[in-house]
T-cell receptor, first 113, second 113 residues
Framework: KQEVTQIPAALSVPEGENLVLNCSFTDSAIYNLQWFRQDPGKGLTSLLLIQSSQREQTSGRLNASLDKSSGRSTLYIAASQPGDSATYLCAVRTQGAGNMLTFGGGTRLMVKP | DVKVTQSSRYLVKRTGEKVFLECVQDMDHENMFWYRQDPGLGLRLIYFSYDVKMKEKGDIPEGYSVSREKKERFSLILESASTNQTSMYLC????????????FGSGTQLSVL
């Protein structure tokens, strides 16, 4: 059964710093991996979707990479801002699991002014 | 932009009540999902549907049922609410599998007293 882990569970950085969030998964037979952002008490917003054949995706200050063979993905946030403060979750769609996504527990990010 | 609308932001119900949570999406998506999110347990899939009148159990279907009579609407039913069903409920939708992003509603915080 697929397991997705995100470390650290919480991270606090000063404004302007570049940072990396980590996501690891146990079964490398995946279709794709998504990164989401969740603000407190709200739903999730999809940030980036990486297909299994891709190595990375970029959107503005965000860059997500995927190393399927090692079961790892990273979300790189450049020049962090207080508005980036949120919980970031990754989720994988695993081959043989149909439409089901497996979510990590999330990393709670705080960017201090 | 895709819009996924959950009918209630907050709900308070009594133990034993039958509870209906409604979700509507406006992008003609085939797939719809119900998750619950609990501190320390992350997001867990309750049920999903890939077509009208079709449903599949997720990881934690016990105590829940679903209804999808129309493509745009997916309802989650708590047959007899219990206190351990107090949680944040999140609805999501996506197009057919392959290159999909998952779009979430804002969530319903349900308290069962």
């Amino acid at each position: 059964k697929q397991e997705v882990t995100q470390i650290p569970a919480a991270l606090s950085v000063p404004e302007g710093e570049n940072l990396v969030l980590n996501c690891s998964f146990t079964d490398s037979a995946i279709y794709n991996l998504q990164w989401f952002r969740q603000d407190p008490g709200k739903g999730l917003t999809s940030l980036l979707l990486i297909q299994s054949s891709q190595r990375e995706q970029t959107s503005g200050r965000l860059n997500a990479s995927l190393d399927k063979s090692s079961g790892r993905s990273t979300l790189y946030i450049a020049a962090s801002q207080p508005g980036d403060s949120a919980t970031y979750l990754c989720a994988v769609r695993t081959q043989g699991a149909g439409n089901m996504l497996t979510f990590g527990g999330g990393t709670r990010l705080m960017v201090k002014p | 932009d895709v819009k996924v609308t959950q009918s209630s932001r907050y709900l308070v119900k009594r133990t034993g009540e039958k509870v209906f949570l409604e979700c509507v999406q406006d992008m003609d998506h085939e797939n719809m999902f119900w998750y619950r999110q609990d501190p320390g347990l992350g997001l867990r899939l309750i049920y999903f549907s890939y077509d009208v009148k079709m449903k599949e159990k997720g990881d934690i279907p016990e105590g829940y049922s679903v209804s999808r009579e129309k493509k745009e609407r997916f309802s989650l039913i708590l047959e007899s609410a219990s206190t351990n069903q107090t949680s944040m409920y999140l609805c999501a939708s996506s197009p057919l599998p392959g290159r999909e992003k998952l779009f979430f509603g804002s969530g319903t915080q349900l308290s069962v007293l």
